[in-house]
C-alpha cells in the first residue's frame, strides 16, 4: 500500500552537499517521524513531528533540520553531508500516540 | 528516559519448531505500550504485535504471541511453527504515554532470527 512513500530510494551524495529527503503520506496522520538505521545501533530517532509546523528533535539531531508545511509532507534535510550520515533513513507515521508506526520503505544514502 | 534491551544478537531455530526472542525495558512511564517488528532483507518494517502495559492478556497474532512479564520488565517475542519466510531481524520497541515521552517509540538494537530447514 502507498499510505507513505519516500523520495528518492537511494542517493549518493558528496560530502559538503546539502540533501533533502521526502516523506509523503495520504492517512492523514498527525504524527510523523524520521530514523535512521545503522548497523549494531538499531532504529535512532531524528526528528519528529506532532503537527503542521510542530516538530522537535531526537536523540541523533546534530546536523540535520526538518521541515513540516503540510500535514502530508515531512522534509529531512542534512544542511552538509559528512560521511557519518551514510545511512538508512525511514519516515513513520502514526494517528496518534497509542498507535504504533507505519514505515516507509526507506532511504539509502551514501556520502562519498 | 526509556531504554529497550535485546541481548540476543543472533539466533537460530529450525523450521517447523518456536522460537522466543528476548526484550527487556527500563522506562518511568506508569503506563506504555510495547512493540515488535520485522525488518526482512528487503528492507521494509512490518509491525507484528502490541502489548498495552495494563492490558490483562497477553497479546497474540497469529503465530507471534508476546509473553509480558510486567514486574520483570521483559516483553519476549514468541513465534510458533517457524517458517523459512520468518528468517529476519526482529526489533523491540516501546513508548511511553506521559508527555515526557513525546509519543516516540525507542527501539532496541535487534535480533537476527534465521530459519533453518
Known amino acids: 500500500d502507498a499510505g507513505i512513500t519516500q523520495s528518492p530510494r537511494h542517493k549518493v551524495t558528496e560530502t559538503g552537499t546539502p540533501v533533502t529527503l521526502r516523506c509523503h503520506q495520504t492517512?492523514?496522520?498527525?504524527?510523523m517521524y524520521w530514523y535512521r538505521q545503522d548497523p549494531g545501533h538499531g532504529l535512532r530517532l531524528i526528528h519528529y513531528s506532532y503537527g503542521v509546523k510542530d516538530t522537535d528533535k531526537g536523540e541523533v539531531s546534530d546536523g540535520y533540520s526538518v521541515s513540516r508545511s503540510k500535514t502530508e509532507d515531512f522534509l529531512l534535510t542534512l544542511e552538509s553531508a559528512t560521511s557519518s550520515q551514510t545511512s538508512v533513513y525511514f519516515c513513520?507515521?502514526?494517528?496518534?500516540?497509542?498507535?504504533?508506526?507505519?514505515f516507509g520503505s526507506g532511504t539509502r544514502l551514501t556520502v562519498v | 528516559a526509556q531504554k529497550i534491551t535485546q541481548t540476543q544478537p543472533g539466533m537460530f531455530v529450525q523450521e517447523k519448531e518456536a522460537v522466543t526472542l528476548d526484550c527487556t525495558y527500563d522506562t518511568s512511564d506508569p503506563s506504555y505500550g510495547l512493540f515488535w517488528y520485522k525488518q526482512p532483507s528487503s528492507g521494509e518494517m512490518i509491525f507484528l504485535i502490541y502489548?498495552?502495559?495494563?492490558?490483562?492478556q497477553n497479546a497474540t497474532e497469529g503465530r507471534y504471541s508476546l509473553n509480558f512479564q510486567k514486574a520483570r520488565k521483559s516483553a519476549n517475542l514468541v513465534i510458533s511453527a517457524s517458517q523459512l519466510g520468518d528468517s529476519a531481524m526482529y526489533f523491540c520497541a516501546m513508548r511511553g504515554f506521559s508527555g515526557g515521552s513525546n509519543y516516540k517509540l525507542t527501539f532496541g538494537k535487534g535480533t537476527l532470527l534465521t530459519v533453518n530447514p
Open positions: 513513520a507515521i502514526s494517528e496518534s500516540e497509542e498507535y504504533g508506526y507505519t
Open positions: 502489548q498495552g502495559s495494563y492490558d490483562q
Open positions: 492517512e492523514n496522520h498527525r504524527y
